[in-house]
């Protein structure tokens, strides 16, 4: 009676027939058996019941924690900040809003470029050699400073303030512009080179250069029948490499030949790199070309993620001698400001940030300021090249311009595009008499001289420094 007491009590409001059965049932041995059944069954079925709600909450949770880290981590990779807000960061006491990055990269696609049909009918232009003209001479050799115990040799030289400010001026004068040896006794400040291979390039009137060092790329040839039989003859093509990356290159089955030659390429081997940063010691070809090839005319630089598909006479005709400029190399595909292009390095953390802060800094108390695209009299459609590939006459601006440029990847950090604005606006400001026939191109116009590839690998920034 008291269980059906009990019973009756939580059902209060199911009484009739369902209390009948209950009563009917409890006054039996077997209806006794039916109830506790029943209330076992009860039982272990709530059990159940909280059990599986239990897990599915658990589950629940554990699939937003995942998510969450998931946006977050997605975040941090694309955009250097969650794709949830909106991060305002302070570079050099400047204020940016930063916006989360596009999912989408965008897509970017070469143009059409009006070469002439072939290289039969070229003639340089009558004075095009008829640039500004002054005396450039190169320090060779830096003496140990008295009492300085300390002095080390450096490729780029030991350059004072002082001299740098003097180096602006385009007229006669001796300056630092890398190769730099120190006193006698002192070993090599870098990039040896064999004398066979030194012979060789200063036969060079017009070449076509790369480099690969720390084994970061491909070998990529040039398209061979996209070069003119004439080009094939008088132009060097030279790709520097170091002794790790021709060890993998012969690896890979590709060996020079006797004469040195991989296609196209003459391969030239460097010893003793200068820098320990691979993207620092790539700016040595790619600036100073008039240094290692004393006796050519015209150059052209390529990043070795390039194939150039296109002949180089060709390319100097369009960019320098239709234009009449003495220096050409294209706009950035993206950005067009230093403020933009510093946000992007550190975002990527492509360089030490301190080093970059120091160098724009600098550069902002010594007159860089932000691009302006609506101002008619600024002086370059963009503040921040594509500097892959550049086409050059080798004039003493241009000559000038390099060793300026290399000078501040020597003494700033090694990402180009940080210092090219400043170099070519001071160099402009300091020498208003004296133009510099700089042609900032179009970047789809690059994209249609090559094709484009990734890196092997990327060199590892010099984080530390």
């Given amino acids: 009676m008291a269980l059906y007491r009990h019973n009756s009590e939580l059902l209060s409001e199911r009484r009739g027939i369902f209390g009948a059965v209950f009563k009917s049932l409890g ?16 039982r272990i079925t709530k059990q159940r019941f909280s059990f599986w709600v239990f ?49 989408h990269r965008k897509i970017h696609h070469p143009c059409e470029v009006e070469f002439r049909a072939s290289v039969d009918d070229l003639v340089e232009p009558k004075d095009f ?64 080179l064999d004398e066979k291979d030194k012979i060789y390039m200063n036969t060079c009137g017009v070449v076509v250069s790369s480099c ?4 970061s790329d491909f070998l990529r040839r040039p398209t061979s029948k996209q070069i003119s039989d004439y080009s094939k003859k008088s132009v ?26 991989i296609g196209l390429w003459r391969i030239v081997t460097v010893r003793n790199l200068p ?50 400029s003495e ?48 101002d008619p009299n ?7 090249p594509e500097g892959s590939f550049i086409v050059r006459a080798h004039t003493p601006m241009s000559n000038l311009f390099s060793c300026l440029w290399f000078n501040e990847i020597d003494r700033f950090t090694s990402r180009d595009q940080l210092s090219f604005a400043y170099t070519y606006l001071k160099l402009r400001r300091m020498n208003p008499d004296k133009p510099f026939f700089l042609n900032m191109f179009k970047d789809c116009e690059r994209r249609a001289l090559v094709k484009l590839f990734r890196h092997r690998t990327v060199p590892s920034p010099p984080l530390s420094s």
């Avoid at 909450?57 to 997605?74: D, E, G, Q, R, T």
């Avoid at 941090?76 to 570079?91: A, D, F, H, P, W």
């Avoid at 030289?157 to 002192?186: D, I, M, W």
């Avoid at 390529?302 to 194939?307: A, G, P, Y």
Wanted: proline share 4%; glycine share 8%; hydrophobic share 35%.
């Fill in 378 to 384: 600024t002086p370059l459609p963009s503040y921040v």
């Fill in 275 to 324: 820098y320990e940063d691979m993207r620092r010691t790539g700016k040595v070809p790619k600036f100073l070309s008039h240094r290692l090839f004393p006796s050519s005319r015209y150059s052209i630089w390529l990043d070795s993620k390039m194939r150039l598909q296109t002949d180089p006479m060709l390319i100097i005709e369009y960019f320098l001698w239709r234009t009449g």
């Fill in 236 to 261: 060097c093509f030279v790709m520097f490499v170091d002794e790790q990356t021709l060890s993998k290159l012969s690896s890979e089955g590709n060996v020079p030949d006797d004469r040195g030659f």
């Fill in 129 to 192: 050699m008829n640039f500004t003209k002054f005396s450039l001479g190169y320090i060779s050799r830096e003496e140990k400073l008295f009492g300085n115990n300390l002095f080390e040799p450096r490729f780029g030289g030991h350059q004072t303030l002082e001299e740098r400010e003097k180096s602006f001026y385009a007229r006669n004068q001796t300056l630092h512009c890398g190769f730099v040896k120190g006193p006698e006794g002192y070993l090599s400040t870098g990039f040896d």
């Fill in 55 to 103: 897990s599915l909450a658990v589950c629940f949770l554990i699939y937003w924690a995942l998510l969450s880290i998931k946006m977050l981590f997605h975040g941090k990779m694309e955009g250097g900040i969650s794709s949830l807000s909106e991060v305002q960061q302070e570079t050099s006491g400047l204020s940016v809003l930063k916006q989360p990055r596009s999912k």
């Fill in 327 to 374: 220096y050409a190399i294209s706009n950035h595909y993206d950005r067009h400001c230093v403020w933009e292009e510093v946000l992007q390095n550190k975002r990527l953390n492509k360089y030490n940030h301190s080093a970059i802060d120091e160098q724009f800094i600098f550069y902002q108390s010594d007159g860089l300021t932000k691009f302006d695209p609506s």
């Fill in 212 to 215: 690969i060092f720390g084994s």
């Fill in 27 to 42: 006054q039996s041995e077997h209806g006794f058996r039916v109830v506790r059944r029943g209330r076992r069954f009860g």
